[in-house]
């Protein structure tokens, strides 16, 4: 099984309650050996789907068919999984007690929304990174302060420097506190601000949910939460433009799905076409029928020979990113930003603020190195 099969293997078993009798199908690759295990928990791992992998295999009484090793190593993570769930939902509720007691009332986001919203069928389906929640742009610092206050830390001391103008940016440097799991963000707008024209925080404050188990919290309608996570997957993160996707953020789609029509949430996407090629190749690693998404285009195929071609050749794939890595920022980042600076003075003091600091030019080669040593 090559490893464009396997990402179709693993989507088919994510979506195993949407079409059950695909079961007979999984099974029989069980049995005939034609999994290679390792490359099947690696995929698993890196994409941060093992739980719901588990919890797939044991509702659809598979994990009697599997490795008895593999059995209980998915048994462990899902059930690590649990606590640390359980310790977030408990982080969570002293955020928003905190919060409150200062009339700031957050909108919780991705993972952290999905969990207070019942998004998941079990409190351990879903591997959470951080918490990321909105607050007013008025909010934004005191919110801030307010947890510093209460004993958070910058989890990277070393983030400021003279270049770094943190009123701007999408969010607050993350914090930790010492005595809970989850990172957190404190984010002033949804997305990376070039976004914002036509996905912001009006627009999710307008629609949002409030949570009956947290008073004076909210969440992004389910509408919101298709969009966000088509903005994080294709655009922030840059799946259509590199070929790649999210098996976690696909499967987190098709539960979106449930309760909201894609195609209805269209009208409200500014690039279309990209998030029809999305949905669509959603679709097809899922192993989903028209009834999840019914549209394709251009578009759709472009990124899906792009995704193909990732998973097939090595080569493709360190040349495509590199090119389009190194276009990217000596094209689009450096001479760009040369460009506005002769016409914006704000431009030219916010460069001139970088090139004195030397933090940038360290920022920059860590940069390199961390891109060019990923494989």
Same mark, same amino acid.
């Given at each position: 099984?090559?490893?464009?099969?396997?990402?179709?293997?693993?989507?088919?078993?994510?979506?195993?309650?949407?079409?059950? +009798?695909?079961?007979?199908?999984?099974?029989?690759?069980?049995? +005939?050996?034609?999994?290679?295990?390792?490359?099947? =928990?690696?995929?698993?791992?890196?994409?941060?789907?093992?739980?719901?992998?588990?919890?797939?295999?044991?509702?659809?009484?598979?994990?009697?068919?599997? /490795?008895?090793?593999?059995?209980?190593?998915?048994? +462990?993570?899902?059930?690590?999984?649990?606590?640390?769930?359980?310790?977030?939902?408990?982080?969570?509720?002293?955020?928003?007690?905190?919060?409150?007691?200062?009339?700031?009332?957050?909108?919780?986001?991705?993972?952290?929304?999905?969990?207070?919203?019942?998004?998941?069928?079990?409190?351990?389906? &879903?591997?959470?990174?951080?918490?990321?929640?909105?607050?007013?742009?008025?909010?934004?610092?005191?919110?801030?302060?307010?947890?510093?206050?209460?004993?958070?830390?910058?989890?990277?001391?070393?983030?400021?420097?003279?270049?770094?103008?943190?009123?701007?940016?999408?969010?607050?440097? &993350?914090?930790?506190?010492?005595?809970?799991?989850?990172?957190? +963000?404190?984010?002033?707008?949804?997305?990376?601000?070039?976004?914002?024209?036509?996905?912001?925080?009006?627009?999710?404050?307008?629609?949002?949910?409030?949570?009956?188990?947290?008073?004076?919290?909210? =969440? /992004?309608?389910?509408?919101?939460?298709?969009?966000?996570?088509? =903005?994080?997957?294709?655009?922030?993160?840059?799946?259509?433009?590199?070929?790649?996707?999210?098996? &976690?953020?696909?499967?987190?789609?098709?539960?979106?799905? &449930?309760?909201?029509?894609?195609?209805?949430?269209? /009208?409200?996407?500014?690039?279309?076409?990209?998030?029809?090629?999305?949905?669509?190749?959603?679709?097809?690693?899922?192993?989903?029928?028209?009834?999840?998404?019914?549209?394709?285009?251009?578009?759709?195929? =472009?990124?899906?020979?792009?995704?193909?071609?990732?998973?097939?050749?090595?080569?493709?794939?360190?040349?495509?990113?590199?090119?389009?890595?190194?276009?990217?920022?000596?094209?689009?980042?450096?001479?760009?930003?040369?460009?506005?600076?002769?016409?914006?003075?704000?431009?030219?003091?916010?460069?001139?603020?970088?090139?004195?600091?030397?933090?940038?030019?360290?920022?920059?080669?860590?940069?390199?190195?961390?891109?060019?040593?990923?494989?």
């Amino acid at each position: 099984m090559n490893k464009n099969e396997m990402f179709h293997y693993v989507g088919n078993c994510l979506a195993l309650d949407e079409k059950p +009798e695909v079961r007979a199908a999984i099974l029989e690759k069980i049995r +005939e050996g034609r999994i290679n295990w390792n490359h099947f =928990v690696t995929l698993c791992s890196n994409h941060l789907v093992l739980p719901a992998i588990y919890l797939k295999f044991r509702d659809h009484n598979i994990l009697a068919d599997l /490795p008895e090793e593999l059995a209980d190593h998915l048994q +462990e993570i899902y059930t690590l999984n649990v606590t640390r769930n359980k310790q977030i939902i408990e982080q969570v509720t002293q955020i928003a007690a905190t919060l409150a007691q200062n009339d700031i009332y957050p909108i919780f986001l991705k993972g952290s929304a999905n969990l207070l919203d019942n998004v998941y069928s079990d409190h351990g389906e &879903r591997i959470l990174a951080d918490i990321d929640f909105l607050v007013r742009e008025e909010d934004f610092f005191p919110a801030a302060q307010l947890m510093l206050d209460k004993g958070y830390k910058y989890s990277d001391p070393k983030y400021f420097h003279d270049y770094i103008d943190i009123a701007s940016e999408k969010h607050y440097p &993350r914090l930790h506190h010492p005595e809970f799991v989850a990172e957190i +963000e404190i984010h002033r707008i949804p997305t990376d601000a070039k976004y914002t024209n036509w996905f912001h925080s009006e627009m999710i404050n307008r629609d949002k949910k409030q949570l009956a188990s947290l008073c004076g919290c909210y =969440v /992004p309608s389910d509408r919101n939460k298709i969009i966000h996570n088509f =903005v994080h997957s294709q655009l922030s993160n840059e799946g259509y433009l590199f070929g790649r996707m999210s098996l &976690r953020e696909a499967y987190d789609l098709y539960l979106y799905s &449930r309760r909201y029509k894609l195609v209805e949430t269209l /009208p409200h996407i500014k690039p279309k076409r990209k998030a029809i090629a999305y949905f669509a190749l959603c679709r097809s690693m899922l192993g989903l029928d028209e009834t999840f998404f019914p549209l394709k285009n251009f578009a759709s195929r =472009v990124l899906a020979l792009k995704f193909a071609l990732n998973q097939k050749s090595t080569v493709f794939y360190h040349t495509n990113r590199s090119v389009i890595f190194i276009i990217q920022r000596v094209i689009g980042g450096y001479f760009g930003q040369l460009i506005q600076a002769t016409y914006s003075k704000e431009k030219r003091q916010y460069l001139l603020r970088r090139i004195k600091d030397p933090k940038w030019y360290g920022d920059h080669i860590g940069l390199y190195t961390r891109f060019f040593n990923r494989r």
